[in-house]
């Protein structure tokens, strides 16, 4: 069966620069969901969209921004890198209706050094 | 969000049944409760869900307490493979939005 797929997977990038990590739903879902996992933390909720608009917002600094394409894609920039922006990066999906459980993505390590 | 409350950690040995409680005194009646497991340096798996009946499924089984304050879910035979952080999540209404809390690490001794 299809998963959400995330690339890529490892990404390093230096302080001040900016990265784009990209999302792939699973075919046919509409609504995408981005989380930020810091080392030895648990998921925190940054974003998410729904039929290609915004439909929440959590702890999302003011340096990312995130979108999703008419494809249903999404991608996550995040600019003026930080140190601490250092982290496992996933995204899910869920299906129309919000049916049963989300399905998340192997993730994207970002190392910012 | 309404906040659940599970032990910090819990262990033990392979092939015997495992019960991860869960407290979520405060849960409202639309609130559907969810299990999610992380393997390390894996994305969050979806284990189960339920609204007020127990539910069954390949991977665990789920066990609601009648006036729905409290869950507990189990995993009939633990393996190596189960060994992860535990999370029980509660969601409800319009929002849909999963909110992580502290799971339970749950070690599973051979």
């Known amino acids: 069966a299809a998963g959400v797929i995330q690339s890529p997977r490892h990404l390093i990038k230096e302080k001040r620069e900016t990265a784009t990590l990209k999302c792939y739903p699973i075919?046919?879902?509409?609504?995408v969901y981005w989380y930020q996992q810091g080392p030895g933390q648990d998921p925190q909720f940054l974003i998410s969209?729904?039929?290609?608009?915004?439909?929440d917002k959590g702890s999302i600094p003011d340096r990312f921004s995130a979108q999703q394409f008419s494809d249903y894609h999404s991608e996550l920039n995040m600019s003026s890198l930080e140190l601490g922006d250092s982290a496992l990066y996933f995204c899910a999906s869920i299906p129309p209706g919000n049916l049963g459980g989300y399905t998340f993505g192997s993730g994207t390590r970002l190392t910012v050094v | 969000d309404a906040k659940t409350t599970q032990p910090n950690s819990m262990e033990s040995n392979e092939e015997e049944p495992v019960h991860l409680p869960c407290n979520h005194s405060t849960i409202s009646g639309t609130d559907y409760i969810h299990w999610y497991r992380q393997l390390p340096s894996q994305g969050p798996e979806y284990v189960i869900h339920?609204?007020?009946s127990n539910v069954n499924n390949r991977m665990a089984s789920l066990a609601i307490a009648e006036d729905r304050k409290s869950s507990t879910l189990i995993l009939h035979r633990a393996t190596l493979r189960d060994a992860a952080v535990y999370y029980c999540i509660l969601i409800g209404g319009s929002n849909y939005k999963l909110t992580f809390g502290k799971g339970t690490l749950l070690t599973v001794n051979p």
């Open positions: 339920g609204l007020t």
């Open positions: 969209f729904y039929e290609k608009m915004q439909s």
């Open positions: 075919p046919r879902h509409d609504t």
